[in-house]
């Protein structure tokens, strides 16, 4: 179970930091990856970050501006987002899954998801 945490509302120009919080002892063993989804859009990969940390990717959208990060000693991971523009509003969502990969369907446990709001 994945419990995602830290959205709100923020002026454009501002930051947030996201949370995933997992349950289990195995977290550390599992790609986690961040995926938003506007309403009438299809969910867009954001970011992903390997079992161990230390390889993560981007999505060009949000390269320069957001930071995947995860403490498996914790189970939690984080989106760390910056500069936030109106387009980034959506819902964010964490995904685990035992592939590293941009695709949705490559992970097969999701949070409920956080509201992102940033006004212009």
């Known amino acids: 179970q994945l419990v995602e945490s830290g959205g709100g509302l923020v002026q454009a120009g501002g930051s947030l930091r996201l949370s995933c919080a997992a349950s289990g002892r195995t977290f550390s063993t599992y790609a986690m990856a961040w995926f938003r989804q506007a309403p009438g859009k299809e969910r867009e990969f954001l970011a992903l970050i390997s079992g161990g940390g230390s390889f993560t990717e981007y999505a060009d959208s949000v390269k320069d501006r957001f930071t995947i990060s995860r403490d498996n000693a914790k189970s939690t991971g984080f989106l760390q987002m910056n500069s936030l523009k109106s387009d980034d509003t959506a819902v964010y969502y964490c995904?685990?899954?035992?592939?590293?990969?941009?695709?949705?369907?490559?992970?097969?446990?999701w949070g409920q998801g956080t509201q992102v709001t940033v006004s212009s």
């Open positions: 995904g685990v899954g035992s592939v590293v990969t941009k695709a949705p369907r490559g992970y097969t446990t």
